[in-house]
């Protein structure tokens, strides 16, 4: 229900992509309780840090990146570096998250 709500917030936000994204974020991380996979949420964290800081997105996603990486259990860390993605485009960065046949 938590997670339901969350989601519902990121929908009602309106045009505010750092809290659309954060919602987001909340949402797939308490949904981690019952699917592994929505721990993966974590791009939407990372997208929200590129809406609060356009003119930086870079950077500052890449610091949120590396601290993500930093805290995560030592046994996830290769599976983190492996599905979430950040590529800088012409039109600001693509953060997401690569969902391929083991997934």
């Given at each position: 229900?938590?997670?339901?709500?969350?989601?519902?917030?990121?929908?009602?936000?309106?045009?505010?992509?750092?809290?659309?994204?954060?919602?987001?974020?909340?949402?797939?991380?308490?949904?981690?309780?019952?699917?592994?996979?929505?721990?993966?949420?974590?791009?939407?964290?990372?997208?929200?840090?590129?809406?609060?800081?356009?003119?930086d997105?870079?950077?500052?996603?890449?610091?949120?990146?590396n601290?993500q990486?930093?805290?995560?259990?030592?046994?996830?860390?290769?599976?983190?570096?492996?599905?979430?993605?950040?590529?800088?485009?012409?039109?600001?960065?693509?953060?997401t998250?690569n969902?391929?046949?083991?997934?």
């Amino acid at each position: 229900e938590a997670s339901l709500s969350a989601h519902a917030a990121a929908r009602n936000v309106g045009e505010n992509p750092a809290a659309f994204n954060a919602a987001r974020a909340a949402g797939q991380a308490v949904a981690t309780a019952h699917v592994p996979q929505h721990a993966f949420g974590v791009f939407y964290a990372l997208r929200a840090v590129a809406a609060v800081f356009p003119d930086d997105a870079e950077e500052k996603v890449m610091e949120e990146y590396n601290w993500q990486a930093r805290h995560i259990p030592e046994h996830l860390k290769v599976e983190y570096n492996k599905r979430v993605v950040i590529r800088r485009r012409k039109n600001g960065m693509f953060i997401t998250v690569n969902k391929d046949k083991d997934y």
